[in-house]
């Protein structure tokens, strides 16, 4: 293979330019077309990846799948509230109903372990994280609202088995993508690089 030339300024302008967008930034009822969302995850599908494991999967829900995810979200939410006696919130259980029929497409972001690998688990979630970053990148240069969020059965015990989880497989969150409600775009901060760098040079 060749070697590619890259577009540095180009590179760097969508680094520093990725922004998180939410729900009340979405423009609802206007899906993207499922191409731009098979371009995201086949970005996704070129993440680093040590001995080449490829930990990443996803489940994407769109259509009448945002109304499946919602309700089973909420559902779960009230039946983990009955079971374990804490407290109930009604505006909590509207919240799961309606939150994911605002985007466009939720995306669920899922760490499979490759059994006998001998790769520490922190590296495969952390080529899933980056897998996520190519998502947000892509979502991004295509001037799209996205965020990953880890709320909701990410951390529930209860939905493991639903969502094919096993071993050291994880649940890591959701990504929400839909095309944004303004053309104003997030304003980023950042304390200073040199604040967080040590050089030693000898």
């Known amino acids: 293979m060749q070697k590619p030339e890259f577009n540095t300024e180009e590179v760097t302008k969508i680094i520093r330019g990725r922004r998180s967008m939410f729900p009340a930034q979405f423009k609802e009822n206007d899906p993207i077309e499922d191409s731009i969302i098979e371009e995201i995850l086949e970005n996704a599908n070129w993440a680093p990846t040590h001995k080449l494991t490829q930990p990443w999967r996803f489940i994407v829900y769109t259509g009448e799948g945002l109304k499946k995810f919602a309700d089973y979200q909420a559902e779960m939410y009230k039946m983990r509230a009955e079971k374990n006696g804490t407290n109930f919130i009604e505006a909590t259980y509207q919240k799961f109903k309606e939150q994911p029929l605002k985007?466009?497409?939720?995306?669920?972001?899922?760490?499979?372990?490759?059994?006998?690998?001998?790769?520490?688990?922190?590296?495969?979630?952390?080529?899933?994280?980056?897998?996520?970053?190519?998502?947000?990148?892509?979502?991004?240069?295509?001037?799209?609202?996205?965020?990953?969020?880890?709320g909701g059965p990410?951390?529930?015990?209860?939905?493991?088995?639903?969502?094919?989880?096993?071993?050291?497989?994880?649940?890591?969150?959701f990504f929400y993508v839909a095309k944004p409600a303004t053309d104003n775009w997030p304003a980023g901060k950042r304390e200073p690089i040199a604040e967080k760098v040590n050089w030693v040079r000898g």
Not at 128 to 133: G, H, K, N, T, Y
Not at 154 to 173: K, N
């Open 154 to 173: 990410t951390f529930w015990a209860e939905a493991r088995e639903d969502f094919g989880l096993e071993g050291e497989d994880m649940l890591m969150g």
């Open 103 to 150: 985007a466009s497409h939720v995306i669920a972001i899922l760490m499979k372990r490759t059994e006998g690998s001998g790769i520490p688990v922190m590296e495969e979630i952390s080529a899933v994280a980056m897998a996520v970053q190519n998502m947000y990148l892509t979502a991004c240069a295509h001037g799209l609202a996205c965020y990953w969020g880890t």
